[in-house]
């Protein structure tokens, strides 16, 4: 099956900008959609379809998708934006119909 | 506003079968466009999809997991419903229910329950 790869971890400083890539063959040709989930506490949807955002989420959450890349920014990062971070996609394939998620990036907030 | 709310039964013992329902809450679970799902997390790990059923009932499986997996909808109670046979330690986890969302672009994810955690031990 489809395979989204994640670096395990990104730290970053209050007020820069973090960057959390997202590793799949060909993903620039599929529809990405990024999670967030902060301890004990269920995901939430901050980026679908590569590079909206539901509403309610801050501008300063951006996506993009490219090639072998799909890449979720935050800008001016917060205290707040610590959390595990995943992608996902929905594949439909010969030999696999549902939903991928990414291995998981921990953001910490320096 | 929808809301889902798993429940299930906290601990189950290995080789015996695991039953979650998922009560939905604020609108009708037969609105077309959404798609109704399982994913669960192993404590500590990551996200994974288990399964996922429409609003017409026909169902989507993790080719990982689909031998011991069957997905329905009860439509008159608003709730849908997981089973997983022959549960092993592997299948400890906490279990979403969650909405998939077929009218935006990239079918996201975009509603789920708190979870809840299921332990699989003797």
């Known amino acids: 099956s489809y395979v989204l790869t994640q670096p395990p971890s990104v730290s970053v400083a209050p007020g820069q900008t973090a960057t959390i890539i997202c590793g799949g063959n060909?993903?620039?040709?599929?529809?990405v959609n990024w999670l967030q989930q902060k301890p004990g506490q269920a995901p939430v949807l901050v980026v679908y379809a590569d590079k909206d955002r539901p509403s309610g989420i801050p501008e300063r959450f951006s996506g993009s998708n490219s090639g072998s890349t799909a890449t979720l920014s935050i800008s001016r990062v917060e205290a707040g934006d610590e959390a595990d971070y995943y992608c996902?996609?929905?594949?439909?394939?010969?030999?696999?119909?549902?939903?991928?998620f990414g291995t998981g990036t921990k953001v910490t907030v320096l | 506003q929808m809301q889902l709310q798993e429940s299930g039964p906290g601990l189950v013992k290995p080789s015996e079968t695991l039953s979650l329902t998922c009560t939905v809450s604020g609108d009708s679970i037969s609105r077309s466009g959404f798609f109704w799902a399982w994913i669960r997390q192993p404590p500590g790990k990551g996200l994974e999809w288990i399964a996922s059923?429409?609003?017409?009932?026909?169902?989507d499986y993790n080719p990982s997991l689909k031998s011991r997996l069957s997905m329905s909808l009860e439509t008159s109670k608003n709730q849908f419903s997981l089973t997983i046979s022959s549960v092993t330690a592997a299948d400890t986890a906490v279990y979403f229910c969650?909405?998939?969302?077929?009218?935006?672009?990239?079918?996201?994810?975009?509603?789920w329950g708190h979870g809840t955690l299921v332990t699989v031990s003797s």
């Open positions: 969650a909405r998939d969302n077929f009218s935006r672009g990239g079918f996201p994810t975009d509603l």
């Open positions: 996902q996609v929905w594949e439909g394939s010969d030999d696999y119909v549902g939903y991928v």
């Open positions: 060909n993903i620039g040709s599929k529809s």
């Open positions: 059923i429409s609003f017409g009932g026909d169902t």
